[in-house]
């Protein structure tokens, strides 16, 4: 039989059988035979042939069979490679299926099927699972434990606002301080707290305030001064003791430790896997925070109501916030981490409109005591 | 040796790589980039077609090896792996956690406080069998997934065996300062041959853990310089020159620890024996390979910094004429450099396998001779390893490389 030479590996064993290989254009179909193949000739009908793709050697084509087997593949273990470039040529002329990709009968069921299960168990892990063990916990959590915890967090981020500064950013006027304890009395007069709380108040330009674990309150300077009156940081106090009493920040802190590796385990370590793993992370963080939020703005309106200060004062203070968001782009509802600050003022308005009688949560002199406790 | 007592000459076959710079990195940039596009989820079929170009340039002058796993299969496996430890990972994270928060007293120092930090992320303890397992698992699937003379690679299960002993020789590795190092290394790399097979033909690891030793002489070199540089500064109080000396006795381990895992290589390699009958030489030092790392290394950076050098000025010279023309061109000048910038990345992200990871397979291949190859005619096939979860435990884990 005049041929091309090839080489044969019947995929049975590793010795290699030297062929030589004719191909039947009218059979549609590869010939091949040689003095060591024991069963020869075989015919390798076109429409079953295939190669790999990426391959480094040049000048050579090894094919192989598509076959119904168990392998990762639908291939026969058998290999012949031929080196004739006219041959080659020929070939793949012939064989418009050479660099086809078959796929297991059954393969997209299992994607299904697994992707599912997949969605399925992060989603079970992330939204279910973690919740409720961090809610679980944080009840568990000894006090004590939870006020170290807190002291350590109001540490960290002291230096962080701090930027170095060597004297701490803790405010440390008396009068100030004897104020704010006026105004906390006044809030939490005839109610029976898990915690005993402590508040600081950091010089930082920034607007807002925090509640760590353990009743670590901490208000930033910048609060103060844009604040429009004491209702308003009496309001902000009351939202606070909220987070406090129902545990939010060390919850938060035991979810995040929990759904922290599984991101971005799913996303891989790509930039655009980063970015994803950001955005998801925003997502599940906010869906837990914005529920927080309106449930320590109920409590806070509560307080206020039980404690007679007007929650105007909470109304004012939310659309200033929003106007200064105004300015910047605004992050779609389900990724922002507190419900928008319209909602908040509308819902303290109406609060206002059935209050009854109410007294401002200082006096003058203590208002000015506190606005100064950091000078 | 029944080859050698007929008197018949010995086969000795030679590696050759094939592989080229160029078409490699042309292949590692679209797959990256289609990876970014895809948000990660191409990684396993940028991973499969890399390692296909790879296996397809190794050969013995003749026939090349092939790989045929497949990008799919990954995929399943990575699936099956998330589900698992998703659960196993957030659990064992927030218990920790838990615990860290319990155990430990109020932070009264700095250093209290940090050592708390450090409990905190202790998590770290917890994922470390896994990543043993998972790397016995990649090396099970890679093997499995290789051919050669259409005859399959293959590895016996053991996976746990490998985890358990792996925690074993670190936890003596690190309890003897290091000095049980090779002993590690030979154990570990023994338990890994002695359950790999061409066809039906087992691999046996050979040689002694203590020839291992002289390979360690750099790394006692290194960290002997470092105290010592550290004890002028201290002592005798000279922080400046002390402190040079230890940064040059830490660059010095650095060099040692490569040294030792290439000389570690050759020796392995050398006292493999396939089917009782087939052995391998290795012939090659560990200097150019040593001087490849470290070389490879430099060029890396400094295409790095030309990259995103580049990239830079691309910037300026895209956006300030689009200032000047309005809105409509500056949304096309973000659009542009959006897209060059996802170049620059796939092109640095293909840097190290190019420049690297390469050129040392390159010159290991090349250096390769198997001795009384004649006895690879009567190796038989193996049956189809299902891959178990095709390494998809170390895609989630982010253990081992490129390839």
Redesign the interface.
């Known amino acids: 039989m005049p041929g091309v030479a090839a080489r044969y590996f019947d995929g049975q064993s590793a010795g290699r059988h030297e062929v030589e290989l004719v191909l039947d254009e009218v059979g549609g179909q590869l010939v091949f035979d040689g003095p060591t193949l024991g069963d020869g000739p075989h015919h390798w009908p076109f429409a079953r042939l295939r190669t790999q793709r990426d391959q480094a050697r040049k000048g050579g084509l090894t094919l192989m069979l598509h076959a119904a087997t168990d392998d990762e593949a639908p291939r026969d273990p058998a290999r012949l490679t031929l080196n004739d470039p006219g041959s080659i040529a020929r070939l793949r002329r012939l064989c418009p299926d050479l660099d086809k990709r078959d796929l297991h009968p059954g393969t997209w069921g299992r994607i299904v099927r697994r992707g599912a299960l997949a969605v399925a168990a992060v989603g079970l892990i992330l939204f279910v699972i973690l919740p409720r063990m961090a809610d679980t916990m944080a009840d568990l959590i000894p006090i004590e434990r939870e006020i170290a915890f807190g002291k350590a967090v109001t540490a960290q981020l002291e230096q962080a606002l701090g930027a170095g500064r060597e004297d701490g950013l803790t405010c440390d006027d008396p009068a100030g301080h004897a104020a704010l304890a006026r105004m906390l009395v006044r809030l939490t007069e005839g109610r029976d707290l898990q915690y005993d709380l402590q508040l600081r108040v950091f010089d930082h330009e920034m607007v807002n305030a925090f509640a760590a674990p353990g009743g670590q309150v901490v208000i930033l300077r910048g609060l103060l001064d844009e604040a429009s009156g004491p209702d308003a940081v009496a309001a902000v106090l009351a939202h606070e003791i909220g987070h406090v009493e129902r545990r939010d920040a060390t919850r938060h802190a035991l979810r995040a430790a929990g759904s922290a590796g599984i991101l971005s385990m799913v996303l891989g370590d790509v930039t655009g896997g980063a970015f994803a793993v950001f955005l998801g992370e925003q997502l599940i963080q906010s869906s837990y925070s914005r529920e927080a939020e309106t449930r320590a703005d109920q409590f806070a309106l509560e307080m206020l109501n039980a404690a007679r200060v007007d929650s105007a004062g909470m109304a004012e203070f939310f659309d200033h916030l929003g106007e200064m968001e105004g300015g910047g782009l605004r992050l779609p509802e389900y990724l922002a981490s507190h419900p928008p600050s319209a909602d908040r003022a509308e819902a303290a308005r109406r609060n206002a409109d059935v209050q009854g009688a109410t007294m401002p949560a200082l006096g003058d002199q203590d208002w000015q005591a506190l606005k100064t406790i950091c000078d | 040796m029944a080859t050698q007592t007929m008197a018949e000459p010995e086969k000795v076959l030679h590696g050759q790589y094939?592989?080229?710079r160029g078409?490699?990195l042309r292949?590692a940039v679209v797959t990256?980039l289609l990876?970014?596009?895809?948000?990660?989820i191409y990684?396993f079929w940028a991973r499969t077609?890399?390692r296909?170009?790879?296996w397809?340039?190794i050969?013995d002058g003749?026939?090349?090896f092939?790989y045929?796993?497949?990008g799919?299969?990954k995929?399943?496996g990575f699936?099956?792996a998330?589900?698992l430890?998703?659960?196993y990972?957030?659990?064992v994270?927030?218990i920790?956690?838990?615990f860290g928060?319990?155990l430990?007293?109020?932070?009264q120092t700095p250093e209290q406080?940090m050592l708390?930090?450090v409990a905190?992320s202790i998590?770290f303890v917890a994922v470390l069998p896994l990543i043993f397992f998972a790397q016995y698992r990649v090396r099970r699937y890679k093997l499995a997934?290789t051919?050669?003379?259409?005859?399959?690679f293959g590895a016996e299960k053991g996976a746990w065996g490998y985890a358990f002993r792996a925690m074993g020789h670190w936890l003596l590795t690190i309890l003897s300062l290091g000095l049980l190092l090779p002993w590690q290394t030979w154990r570990l790399e023994r338990y890994m041959t002695d359950r790999s097979w061409?066809?039906d033909a087992p691999f046996q690891q050979g040689g002694r853990w203590t020839a291992l030793l002289p390979a360690m002489s750099h790394i006692y070199a290194g960290l002997f310089i470092m105290i010592g540089g550290g004890m002028v500064a201290g002592l005798l109080g000279q922080p400046e020159s002390g402190g040079a000396v230890a940064v040059l006795g830490f660059v010095w381990l650095l060099v040692g620890i490569v040294v030792y895992r290439v000389k570690a290589f050759i020796y392995l390699t050398e006292n493999k024996i396939l089917d009782g009958n087939i052995w391998f030489e290795l012939h090659i030092r560990a200097t150019p390979i040593v001087s490849t790392v470290f070389l490879g290394g430099l060029m890396v950076g400094i295409i790095t910094v030309l990259i995103f050098g580049g990239l830079g000025a691309a910037v300026m010279f895209l956006l300030v004429p689009a200032v000047m023309l309005g809105e409509g061109a500056v949304f096309i000048a973000v659009v542009a450099i959006g897209a060059l910038y996802?170049l620059a990345?796939a092109v640095s992200?293909s840097l190290v396998l190019v420049w690297i990871l390469q050129p040392i397979i390159h010159q290991v291949v090349e250096a390769v001779t198997i001795r009384n190859a004649d006895e690879?005619?009567?190796?038989?096939?193996r049956g189809?390893d299902t891959?178990a979860d095709a390494e998809g435990f170390a895609?989630?884990?982010?253990v081992g490389g490129a390839i």
Do not use: C, K
Not at chain 2, 147 to 152: M, S, Y
């Open positions: 094939d592989g080229e078409a490699l292949l990256a990876t970014t596009v895809t948000l990660g990684r077609r890399i296909r170009y790879v397809s340039s050969s003749r026939d090349n092939e045929t796993g497949t799919l299969e995929f399943l699936l099956m998330v589900v430890l998703a659960v990972l957030g659990v994270q927030m920790l956690f838990y928060l319990t430990l007293g109020e932070p406080a708390q930090s905190f998590t997934r051919r050669w003379r259409g005859i399959r061409y066809g996802l990345y992200a690879l005619d009567y190796i038989e096939q189809h891959g895609d989630a884990l982010d």
